[in-house]
């Protein structure tokens, strides 16, 4: 039976979440946060304090642990894009070959 809420009418099952997105949120590190805002896909803040975490305890510095995640987002937005379309991130715009 379809289920109708702010999802639309769906017949998957939905996931109760043990934690308060928000409050993961607010308790990431603030270059961290910052990134995280300006994202262009939907990051969860569980998966980039994992990320951060394994990052700092193999000793990079914070630079490096933030380019990693925008290599990996531009990474993420060129397999998405087709030929000639754009991805679109602060504004600016970018053919899927420029990303890469």
Do not use: Y
Not at 16 to 34: C, I, Q, V
Not at 62 to 72: C, G, H, N, S, T
Request: overall charge positive.
């Amino acid at each position: 039976m379809a289920r109708k809420n702010n999802l639309g009418a769906t017949g998957l099952r939905t996931r109760r979440r043990g934690k308060d997105p928000m409050r993961e949120f607010d308790a990431l590190p603030t270059p961290l946060r910052h990134w995280l805002a300006q994202a262009s896909l939907p990051w969860s803040p569980a998966s980039c304090r994992r990320i951060w975490l394994r990052a700092r305890d193999r000793g990079e510095p914070i630079d490096v642990v933030l380019a990693r995640l925008q290599m990996a987002e531009r990474q993420s937005l060129a397999r998405r894009a087709q030929p000639g379309t754009s991805a679109i991130r602060n504004g600016d715009e970018a053919t899927a070959s420029e990303i890469r």
